[in-house]
DNA sequence: CCTTGCCTTGACGCCGGTGTCAGGGCATAC
DNA sequence: GTATGCCCTGACACCGGCGTCAAGGCAAGG
């Protein structure tokens, strides 16, 4: 598999994949040509990456997952440094949830606020 | 007032007030010299803007409100402008907020997948 | 006069995942 | 031969609020 059918398959772009390779994240081999050559063990892994995104790690985070799936595991996150990873993300995200529950509630009083002045 | 201590008095630094003003935010006039010169009202000005900007407003969202202040209201957010800003951030905010309570129940149950079979 | 310290404008750096363009090779079909 | 379409590497653009450095002016104190 080329990467433009890899990129096709995993709803992504060449771009990305190449971008996905230059952090250490797939390992392709080549073609006599020098094209990138992909199986299906890699497509799973760019889904199980592209996932991971979807949920805000970064590319760097990834990498345990990755290596994680790489050493036999059926899932990413069953390895240590992986669950680490989860772990402090997880925080990260509780968080961002205070933060933005607290900026919601400020802005629902703001425009509460507005209602009351129309109908004084 | 000079722009080192209206930053100082206001929590910031000069270049972000420079930065304020090159967008149109604040408007200080110039001493002989080219100094900025800032009154007591532009210090109130700036504690508004980074009011909204940790709300998560962006500079340009932001504009209304200024206007609505210099309009003589009390409070920046009483104008349509600025209330239609607000209804518009708002909804911003409960999307990213249903975003990361995705994100968070999927990360937990990872996690409580991975206590599972450390208790098999 | 010289230093110190504030002020001025202008411009580049950051962060991070991708888009996109440039310039060139390979492969297949006509 | 050439047209098409994929592949390659390398590099800049983006977004946005601000840090930071450069190069220079102004004010005041020694």
Redesign the interface.
């Known amino acids: 598999m080329l990467i433009g059918e890899l990129a096709e398959r995993a709803g992504t772009s060449p771009r990305t994949l190449r971008y996905y390779e230059e952090h250490g994240l797939i390992h392709p081999r080549r073609d006599a040509n020098g094209y990138r050559q992909y199986d299906d063990g890699e497509l799973r892994l760019v889904h199980e990456i592209r996932s991971l995104l979807a949920?805000?790690f970064g590319v760097d985070d990834i990498k345990p997952f990755v290596a994680c799936l790489r050493a036999g595991n059926s899932?990413g996150?069953?390895c240590p440094d992986s669950?680490a990873v989860?772990?402090r993300?997880?925080a990260e995200?509780?968080g961002?949830?205070d933060q933005?529950?607290v900026?919601?509630d400020?802005?629902?009083s703001?425009?509460e606020?507005?209602k009351c002045?129309m109908n004084p």
Chains 1, 2 share one sequence.
Request: proline letters at 0%; a positive charge; zero cysteines.
């Open positions: 949920d805000g899932a996150h069953v669950a989860l772990r993300r997880l995200v509780d961002y949830l933005l529950t900026v919601r400020r802005l629902r703001q425009l606020e507005i002045q």
